[in-house]
Nanobody
């Protein structure tokens, strides 16, 4: 059973930064998978925000391009999301999973951007 644990969220003001972490554990976990960060805002569907291959190739949705950076530490089975210049519309619960969402969802980490 693979477990995903997200952390690093919080309440920040517009323009500030946060760094999210996602640690994956479990004997069956294939960290060669393309990993991704997702977010779900209140009343909206969960959406994929960014993804990264095992070799580090990244992809982002347009609203976060230039502000968010996804990275991974394969030795630690950890994926990160550096979020800069945060906006109120980034407010959501953030989750990690494979790009195909094949794993059980973790509890997520709340990011709230408000003045």
């Amino acid at each position: 059973q693979v477990q995903l644990v997200e952390s690093g969220g919080g309440l920040v003001q517009p323009g500030e930064s946060l760094r999210l972490s996602c640690a994956a554990s479990g004997n069956s976990f294939n960290f060669y998978a393309i990993m991704a960060w997702y977010r779900q805002a209140p009343g909206k569907q969960r959406e994929l925000v960014a993804s990264i291959t095992w070799r580090g190739r990244t992809n982002y949705i347009d609203p976060v391009k230039g502000r968010f950076t996804i990275s991974r530490d394969n030795a630690k089975n950890t994926v990160y999301l550096q979020m800069n210049s945060l906006k109120p519309e980034d407010t959501a619960v953030y989750y990690c999973n494979t790009e195909a969402a094949t794993l059980n969802w973790g509890q997520g980490t709340q990011v709230t951007v408000s003045s």
